[in-house]
């Protein structure tokens, strides 16, 4: 090779590198951010992980918005990924220069010096500088003037942000109950604070801007004064709200104790707003459908909740990002793929109808249980793989199995059919937690309907890395009437075989 050709062949290699080291983020696509960020993370990088994932985000809502023909939305998420700053080596060099010169800053009590050298690092990182005292006081008088006059202290309002509203929850004075079960030396007791009705008069739907607030005493903190809880409805001749209180248990070798119950608790925190002891109520999580009350003090502010809801920004920011998931696996994947991942069986959005209502709920939850273990030792793993032509159907369904004790809706044992719809399986699949990569497949049972006697379930393919749904087929079984959820085993494997026999092997010519 002579002197010209090595020539050449170093300039090639010199405007390859430079062109990749020149290349924005907002030029990537999906597939190299995800790389990216798996670089960084690989290397502890957690400022340029970051970045990438916010990236990630932005990138999949441009292809919603494209998708949905918004191209004034995808021009405005275009902008905002421009904007976006990855740190290089040097960057991340310098940072850890000042960083140690922050901590000798530090050590000998020169703030002014560190707080300057911090300046520098937020420079460096693109991070805008704090607000001056000034500004602070403007945004301070600007929150405080959007805050709706609130007259009594200590009682919890619904806040409807978009005019600056209040909403007086229903207010009640709850009494104790006591179930208590006796057995051979022992005895166990539960309490439950009560209130009348299945049903509060006042009825939330929280879509829009919209919260809870509240306002307490100078020196007072809210977390100390209320809890929110998800009530249940028990009874069998006048159901009302319960909220378990405490379990007591004594028994006659090992003495007694009382625990107090927080089963149907739902997280929340409290973000000061002004001086005057304004809080706005922050959910940690998100509410389904059903019956709820701040509780507190020994009173209850209770409401009846239409829809899903929560007002944690993180938490809104994840949602909006559901209904965009992509996936680059299509539907003649889910048959070609030698290698499957299987979820089991998950109840989380199943409904049991009943025109007799029964409000046994841990009767039937227990059937729940056995339902799962008794389809897992009807159809194994090595049985799907025989059925489906696979090289293998791996296991990873102990987590997701048990996600219906915490996503169920409050109010799944019903006298009304319920639909779920592709958005609720869509929505649940982004809860799975899993350190597998390719197609996944869950089994997601809908809907037991006891007085028509159908079973309705839903076979979902998804990919386990974006949680983005594949494929999904709906399958609806007929059983024997008035059989009981109990009697249901074989319905679900019944529906299984349908939809390999039926659905699964002719589409897979397709």
Known sequence: MNIKKICALLFLLFITFYSQAQKQISEYSIS?????????????????????TKAL???????????AEDYTKAGSLKEQLKSLKVLSAEDNEKI??????????????????????????????GIQSQDSPVQQT?????????????????????WNKNDNTLKTLEYSTPEIKTQTN??????????????P??????????????????????????????RLVRFQILGKVSPCRHMAAYTSTSAAYTGGSTNERRDNDIPISFQKLDDGGNYEIVLNGRMGPGEYTFFGLGKMYSFSLQNSYTNNTNLQKNQSSLSSATTSYTKRDIYSEPNIIWFGVDFSLFNYVFERKSDDEAALSAHINKLQKHYAADIPPSKFMHWMAKNSFMDDKEYTESLY???????????????????????HLMNYKSGSKGIGLVLLPEEFNQDRANYTVEFVWFDIETKAVIHSQKIIEKGAPHGGLASWDPILVDATKTYVDKFYKKEKGY
Request: glycine share 4%.
């Open 197 to 226: 009705g299945i049903k509060s008069d006042v009825v939330l739907n929280s879509e829009g801007n919209s919260s809870f607030i509240i306002k307490v005493s100078h020196g007072v903190n809210p977390i100390d004064l209320f």
């Open 138 to 158: 403007n945004k301070t008088a600007s929150v405080s003037s959007s805050i709706p006059s609130i007259e009594f202290v200590n009682q919890v309002y619904f």
């Open 405 to 427: 004790k915490t996503y169920i809706n409050p109010d799944w044992i019903t006298g009304i059919p319920r639909t779920v719809t592709e958005s609720d399986i869509q929505n």
């Open 96 to 125: 850890k220069a000042l960083e140690a010169k922050i901590k000798i800053a530090v050590a000998e009590e020169k703030y002014d010096k560190a707080a300057a050298l911090k300046k520098d690092i937020e420079t460096i990182k």
């Open 182 to 195: 006796v057995g051979f030396g022992y005895a166990q007791a539960t309490s439950f604070w009560t209130i």
């Open 57 to 67: 985000e932005i990138r999949s809502q441009i292809d919603a918005a494209v998708k």
């Open 32 to 52: 190299e951010l995800q790389e990216k960020k798996n670089e960084a993370v690989a290397s502890n990088n957690a400022d340029n992980a970051a970045v990438y």
